[in-house]
């Protein structure tokens, strides 16, 4: 049966928890003794499947959607932003409800929704949920939940993630990372986009599909009320050298990135993006996670909405 916004979760459905002990900025074992620490004191029926990346993972959210729809439960993801990702992947369609504990950096999608970044505190907040079907966006079939990128931002996650594993993980780090990307040259790409029945062509150095108002606002680009009206936000910029480039990352960390004159962005429901010929490799990026897909690249709002547990208090769910 179809999930309405603002139904509870019944206190009696049992929690069928996925937990990437590798993923996010927190010790796993913490992580996991606190779950079961508020779970078990409140007296909540819950299993906890502890999977890695990759397979295992994909394993693991699997017997947990069985077990939920055979016993009328919800699946709770707790990892960084690529633990949601593969585990929202799964959930969607399934009107199966879907919550998070989430551990990674940012956290864009959990605070857009009033989800604590803190393990107790979300724990909590999944014991008095209701539901909020929520948009995600699709890229080529695969769900993303904040953004999905081509081009310079996966080469920017890409190096973030190398000197996260070298010096740790904070705001400062994907700062510093960032500027030693931008200090390399990029490559252009010869861009065939296509929506609305519009075709445009363009050499750009990166594009970046944004589903999440939060992130856009922090880096200063005025999309809410396409997010609102139920699309996507495409944003592109004509190719630049790196003194240019660390202009637009500087516009970034003030809120100011949608004044620069090299930058345009746009909603749109379904949108093609063709790199030469059809087939070409592209390498993308879908919140945080890095993969291979093949070009035409199909940006488009999803026909299904996640629903996702938010917490019932009204004032927490506005960009926590």
């Known amino acids: 049966m179809p999930l309405s916004a603002g139904q509870p979760l019944p206190a009696e459905a049992p929690l069928f928890i996925v937990l990437n002990a590798s993923s996010g900025r927190h010790d796993g074992e913490t992580v996991r003794q606190t779950i079961e620490r508020v779970l078990t004191q409140a007296g909540r029926t819950f299993t906890l499947f502890e999977a890695g990346k990759g397979s295992e993972l994909a394993d693991k959210t699997r017997i947990a959607l069985e077990q939920a729809r055979r016993h009328q439960g919800a699946v709770i993801a707790a990892g960084g932003d690529g633990t949601l990702n593969a585990v929202s992947n799964a959930v969607l369609g399934s009107d199966v409800p879907f919550g998070i504990l989430p551990q990674g950096t940012f956290n864009y999608f959990g605070r857009r929704y009033g989800i604590p970044q803190n393990t107790e505190q979300a724990c909590r907040c999944l014991l008095d949920a209701i539901i909020e079907p929520v948009q995600v966006g699709l890229l080529n079939g695969q769900v993303f939940l904040v953004n999905a990128s081509l081009g310079l931002y996966p080469a920017l996650l890409e190096d973030r993630e190398a000197w996260k594993q070298r010096y740790g993980r904070s705001r400062l780090v994907a700062f510093w990372s960032a500027l030693a ?25 990166t594009i970046v599909v944004g589903n999440n108002a939060l992130q856009l606002e922090h880096v200063g680009i005025a999309q809410r009320e396409a997010l609102d009206n139920g699309n996507l936000v495409a944003m592109t910029a004509r190719p630049m050298g790196t003194p240019a480039l660390y202009g637009l990352l500087l516009r970034g960390l003030l809120s100011r990135l949608g004044d620069a004159e090299q930058v345009s962005s746009f909603g749109f429901r379904q949108m093609r993006v063709r790199l030469g010929k059809r087939g070409r490799r592209v390498k993308v990026a879908m919140d ?33």
Do not use: C, N
Request: proline share 5%; charged share 20%.
């Open 181 to 205: 990307t931008l200090l390399r040259a990029h490559r252009q790409f010869s861009v065939q986009l296509e929506t609305a029945g519009q075709l445009k062509r363009f050499r750009t150095q």
């Open 288 to 320: 945080g996670e890095i993969s291979w897909m093949h070009s035409p690249l199909l940006f488009q709002v999803a026909g299904h909405r996640l629903p996702l547990l938010v917490p019932r208090d009204q004032h927490l769910r506005e960009y926590a």
